[in-house]
C-alpha cells in the first residue's frame, strides 16, 4: 500500500457534515481524506445553475434553502467567514390567503399583530403567548442538540452516570407544568398542540407548517408537535442564537466554506470517488475500497451518507449484530417531498400587500390555505396520489442575495409537499404528475399575486425519485430520516449506537440521521469527532 493511498483518517461522502467532521479531524493534527461520491461536494446543500444555455448566471438552491441552526461556536472554530459563509437576512412568516387577506409573522409586532387580528382576535392575543411558551421549552430541549445522547436503559456505571449528569443539568429548568408540557410535545400532534392556542384554522395551518416540513405525516400526526419545537429553537447550548437564513452565493457556499476551511487545516478532498465497501479486519474498521478499485487504508472511518448505504451497502450483514441491522433496515425515510425551482421576471406583487416588503419578498412565504388543506394533501399522497392542493414553503433568496441572479430576474425556491412516498422506489418516474403537480402550486401562487405564472421563465422539478437516484436521498428525505419521535435522541439511527459510534470499532458515523441532524448545522460531523476524541481515537 502506498504513503499516498495511507491516511489516519477517512471520511465517507462529502455533505456538509463529513466537510465539518473532516475540518475538525484535520485541525486535531490527523491526515484525513473526504471521498465524495458525486462530481463536486455538498450534497443537498448544494447551488447549480440549471439552465445555462436560456438563463446563464441565473442559480438556485437545488434542494435545502434555508441556512439553520449551525452555532456560532462551530463557525469560529471552522472560521468559516474567512472561506466566504455570509449569512443574510430572511424574513419571518408571510400566507397570502386565496380566500381575502394574509398572515404575517414581521419584525414589528404591530404589524403581526394587526394581520391576524383581522382574522381573529383571539388569536393575536395568544400568538405571542404561544411562543413565550415555545420559547420556554425550546430553551430546554434546544441545548441538547449539543449534547451526545446517553444510553437510555444501560446499566453500564458509565452511561448511568452520563445519564445523571444530563439529569442534574436539566433539574433547575423542570417542574412538573414543565414535564407535562414536554410530553404533550412528544406526543401530541401539531393539529391538536395549536388547537390549545388557537381558534381559526388558518391560524392553526400557519403555525403547523414547522411541524410538517420535510416530514411523512401531515399535521393531524402524534409527534408533528416536537418538529414544530424543534424548528423554533434558538440558543442551542453554547450562549448565542443560532440564526436562521439565506447564505449568500447559495446554500453551495455553505459547502464551499466548510470545504475551504478542511484543506486550510490540511485535509484532502476527492470528489468522484465513489466507495464500494467499507475494510475490516476482526470487527475493525482498517480503510475502504472504491468503485474504481483502488484502496485507502486508515485505522479511522467516519461515514456521513445515508445509514441504508452506510451498513447495508458499505459493509456485510454478518459483520453487524442482528438488532442493529434489524433498525437500519426499518429505519424510516420517507418524505414525499417535491422541490420547484423556479426563474421569474419579477417580484410577484400579493394582492392582500401590494407594495414591496422586504419582510415578505425576503422571508418564507407559506402556500396553503388552512390546517385542514394540508391534513388533506398528506391523505392524498398516503392513498397513492399526489397531492390536489399542495402546500408549499417558498421563498425568494434572490432578493437578498443578488449574487443569484442578474437585474431583471429573481429566483424562487418551493419546497413542496406531498406526492406518494413510493415514488422513489417506482420504475415509473411520474413525470407528468410532478408536472401537473408544479402547475397546481404555481396556479396557486398566482391565485394570490396576479401574473405570477406569466413571470415564470423557467422551471426546474425534483421529486422523491430523482433526489434518490441523483444524491443518494433514499426515499427523498433531505433529512436521512424522519424527525419522527421513535427517531430522535437515543434512537437516532439505531438503539445503543446514538451516540456516533458504530458496531464496527474505529467506525464512527455523522450523518443527518444521527442525532442533531435535519437542517444544515454541522453538528454531527463536529459532535462525532468530539467523540473520537473522547475515545482517543485520532493518530497525533
Not at 158 to 165: C, I, P, Q, R, S
Not at 264 to 292: C, D, I, M, P
Not at 332 to 341: F, H, L, P, Q
Request: proline letters at 5%.
Amino acid at each position: 500500500m502506498s504513503s499516498e493511498n495511507s491516511y489516519d483518517a477517512i471520511v465517507i461522502g462529502g455533505g456538509h457534515n463529513g466537510l465539518v467532521a473532516a475540518a475538525y479531524l484535520a485541525k486535531h493534527g490527523a491526515r484525513t481524506v473526504v471521498l465524495e461520491k458525486r462530481h463536486k461536494t455538498g450534497g443537498a446543500a448544494d447551488t447549480m445553475e440549471p439552465w445555462p444555455d436560456e438563463l446563464p448566471g441565473v442559480k438556485v438552491n437545488t434542494l435545502s434553502y434555508t441556512m439553520s441552526l449551525m452555532p456560532p461556536s462551530v463557525r469560529r472554530d471552522l472560521q468559516l467567514e474567512r472561506f466566504g459563509f455570509k449569512l443574510l437576512p430572511l424574513g419571518q412568516g408571510y400566507m397570502p390567503m386565496r380566500s381575502g387577506g394574509s398572515l404575517i409573522q414581521h419584525t414589528d409586532e404591530a404589524i403581526t399583530r394587526d394581520s391576524i387580528s383581522k382574522v381573529s382576535k383571539k388569536d393575536a392575543d395568544a400568538y405571542f403567548e404561544f411562543y413565550g411558551w415555545v420559547d420556554h421549552i425550546a430553551g430546554i430541549l434546544g441545548p441538547m442538540l449539543m449534547e451526545t445522547p446517553s444510553h437510555v436503559g444501560s446499566k453500564k456505571i458509565g452511561d448511568l452516570w452520563d445519564l445523571g449528569k444530563l439529569a442534574w443539568k436539566l433539574r433547575k429548568h423542570i417542574d412538573e407544568q414543565t414535564v407535562g408540557d414536554i410530553t404533550r410535545l412528544f406526543t401530541m400532534s401539531a393539529t391538536d398542540l395549536l388547537e390549545r392556542w388557537f381558534e381559526s384554522p388558518q391560524m392553526k395551518g400557519f403555525m403547523s407548517v414547522n411541524g410538517i416540513i420535510g416530514t411523512w405525516a401531515g399535521p393531524d400526526a402524534p409527534g408533528t408537535a416536537y418538529v414544530l419545537m424543534h424548528h423554533s429553537v434558538g440558543d442551542i447550548g453554547d450562549g448565542e442564537v443560532a440564526s436562521w437564513g439565506f447564505i449568500e452565493g447559495g446554500m453551495g457556499a455553505v459547502a464551499k466554506a466548510c470545504e475551504d476551511s478542511a484543506r486550510f487545516f490540511g485535509a484532502e478532498v476527492r470528489v468522484n470517488a465513489a466507495v464500494k465497501q467499507v475494510l475490516t479486519r476482526s470487527g475493525r474498521a482498517v480503510g475502504v475500497a472504491l468503485e474504481s478499485g483502488d484502496e485507502l487504508r486508515a485505522p479511522l472511518v467516519v461515514t456521513s451518507i445515508h445509514p441504508k448505504i452506510a451498513f447495508l451497502d458499505h459493509l456485510e450483514r454478518s459483520e453487524l449484530p442482528d438488532t442493529f441491522v434489524h433498525d437500519i433496515e426499518n429505519w424510516k425515510t420517507r418524505s414525499g417531498t417535491v422541490k420547484i425551482n423556479l426563474a421569474i421576471s419579477e417580484l410577484p406583487t400579493f394582492t392582500a400587500d401590494p407594495d414591496f416588503d422586504p419582510e415578505i419578498h425576503g422571508g418564507a412565504i407559506q402556500l396553503l390555505d388552512d390546517v385542514e388543506q394540508l391534513e388533506q394533501a398528506y391523505q392524498d399522497a398516503r392513498f397513492g396520489q399526489a397531492a390536489r392542493v399542495p402546500f408549499s414553503d417558498t421563498e425568494i433568496p434572490s432578493v437578498v442575495d443578488t449574487t443569484l441572479a442578474p437585474d431583471g430576474i429573481h429566483t424562487v425556491s418551493m419546497f413542496s409537499q406531498w406526492v406518494p412516498a413510493d415514488w422513489a422506489d417506482d420504475d415509473d418516474d411520474h413525470w407528468p404528475e410532478l408536472e401537473a403537480y408544479a402547475d397546481r402550486l404555481i396556479q396557486h401562487f398566482d391565485d394570490v399575486a396576479p401574473g405570477f405564472k406569466s413571470s415564470v421563465l423557467a422551471r426546474q422539478i425534483i421529486g422523491p425519485k430523482q433526489m434518490q437516484e441523483g444524491w443518494d436521498l433514499i426515499g427523498g428525505n433531505i433529512f436521512h430520516g424522519e424527525l419522527t419521535v421513535d427517531q430522535l435522541f437515543h434512537m437516532r439511527p439505531a438503539v445503543g449506537y446514538a451516540d456516533y459510534r458504530t458496531p464496527i470499532a474505529g467506525l464512527y458515523q455523522a450523518s443527518s440521521a444521527t442525532h442533531a441532524g435535519g437542517g444544515v448545522t454541522g453538528l454531527p460531523g463536529h459532535h462525532c469527532v468530539r467523540e473520537i476524541v473522547k475515545d482517543r481515537a485520532l493518530k497525533r
